[in-house]
C-alpha cells in the first residue's frame, strides 16, 4: 500500500508543478514581454467567469470524488480494483481543480490582469492541499491506518 500511496503523491506533485510552472511561465510573459491586452469590456465578463469555474470545476470534481468513493465502499470489490477506481476517481479530482488553475492562467495571459493569476494561484494551494495521506486513503478504503506502515 505504501507504493501505491507513492504513485498518488507522484501524480499530485507533477500535476501542481505543472501548474505553478505554467504560472511562473505566464508571469515571466507579461513582465518581459507584455502578452495580452487589458480590455475593460472583456475583463468585467471574466471577472464573473474566472471566479465561477475556479469555485464550480473543484466543487463538482470534490463531490463527483465523494460519490464515487460512497459507490466504492458499499461495493465488495477487490483490494486491487478498489485501489484503480480510486486512482481514477482521485485523477478525476486533481483534472478537474487543475482545469479551474488553466483557466484563470489563460485568461490572465489574454487580459494582463493579475487577478486572475492570482485566482490560479489560489487554486493552485487548495490542489496542494489536496495531496494524499495514508490517513486519507485509509479512511477513504476503510482500512486500519497503521496498516499503511
Do not use: C, W
Request: hydrophobic residues 55%; positive net charge.
Amino acid at each position: 500500500m505504501k507504493e501505491y500511496l507513492k504513485s498518488l503523491k507522484i501524480i499530485h506533485i507533477a500535476l501542481s508543478v505543472g501548474i505553478a510552472a505554467f504560472i511562473g511561465i505566464a508571469y515571466y510573459f507579461q513582465i518581459s514581454i507584455g502578452f495580452g491586452a487589458y480590455d475593460p469590456s472583456l475583463s468585467s465578463i471574466f471577472s464573473i467567469l474566472v471566479p465561477l469555474f475556479a469555485f464550480l470545476s473543484p466543487s463538482i470534481g470534490v463531490l463527483y470524488f465523494n460519490k464515487k468513493i460512497k459507490q466504492m465502499k458499499s461495493k465488495n470489490n477487490s483490494l486491487e480494483e478498489k485501489k484503480l477506481n480510486y486512482r481514477m476517481v482521485y485523477i478525476i479530482k486533481l483534472a478537474s481543480i487543475e482545469a479551474a488553475a488553466f483557466f484563470a492562467i489563460v485568461t490572465f495571459l489574454l487580459l494582463a490582469d493579475y487577478v486572475f493569476l492570482i485566482m490560479a494561484g489560489i487554486v493552485l494551494i487548495f490542489l496542494i492541499i489536496q495531496h494524499p495521506t495514508d490517513y486519507r486513503l485509509s479512511a477513504d478504503f476503510d482500512i486500519d491506518p497503521k496498516k499503511f506502515l
